[in-house]
Every structure is written in structure tokens, then in C-alpha cells.
Nanobody, 115 residues
Framework: QVQLVESGGGLVQPGGSLRLSCAAS????????AGWYRQAPGKQRDLVAA???????NSAESVKGRFTISRDNAKKTVYLQMNSLRPEDTAVYYC?????????WGQGTQVTVSS
């Protein structure tokens, strides 16, 4: 059974930092692309950043220069380092792993940026 478990969300002031983690189990994590998405209330779920099995990354324009995605295949974990956080970054953040058969999602972790 595949499981993705996110952690690291919380409340942070504008300009602050958070590091999200997503631990995978039951899947050959190292050979698949992993990513982070976010969904604010009343909005669609959008890509934040993704990283391929080879370590190539892409990210949304709104987070470039502030957020960094990385992975540790030995730990089957994907990370999202978020710096210079803004109120508009407030959302539920979800990790996913894409396989040829389907995409797996975590349960989400809330990030709130507010003073």
C-alpha cells in the first residue's frame, strides 16, 4: 500500500520560512517524479514545484527564488524549503508521486502565513 505523509506545515509570519517533508512508503520512490501542489480556499490545486528522478526541477513563477524542492531517495522523502513567505502562500500543501499507472497524493499539510 502506497502512503505519502506530509509534515512541517504551520503558522508563520510574513518573511518567515518553513520546510515541508513528504515521506513515501510502499513505492519505488527513487524512479518517479515527485512534486508539491497547493490549494487555497475556493481555488484549484496548482503546481508549486516538481523534481524528476534525475533531480531536474521546475517551479511556479510565483515561488521562484523563494522555494526550493529537493529529494533524498535513500529516505524516500521529498522536501520543500519555503523562504520569504507571503500571505498569498497560505494554502494546504500536498505532495504527489507520479507513476505510469497513477498519481499518488498525500493528505495535505496546512501552511498559514499571517502576522
Amino acid at each position: 500500500q502506497v502512503q505519502l505523509v506530509e509534515s512541517g506545515g504551520g503558522l508563520v509570519q510574513p518573511g518567515g520560512s518553513l520546510r515541508l517533508s513528504c515521506a513515501a512508503s510502499g513505492i519505488a520512490f527513487s524512479i518517479y517524479t515527485a512534486g508539491w501542489y497547493r490549494q487555497a480556499p475556493g481555488k484549484q490545486r496548482d503546481l508549486v514545484a516538481a523534481i524528476t528522478s534525475g533531480g531536474m526541477t521546475n517551479s511556479a513563477e510565483s515561488v521562484k527564488g523563494r522555494f526550493t524542492i529537493s529529494r533524498d531517495n535513500a529516505k524516500k522523502t521529498v522536501y520543500l524549503q519555503m523562504n520569504s513567505l507571503r500571505p498569498e502562500d497560505t494554502a494546504v500543501y500536498y505532495c504527489n508521486v507520479r507513476t505510469p499507472a497513477r498519481t499518488y497524493w498525500g493528505q495535505g499539510t496546512q501552511v498559514t502565513v499571517s502576522s
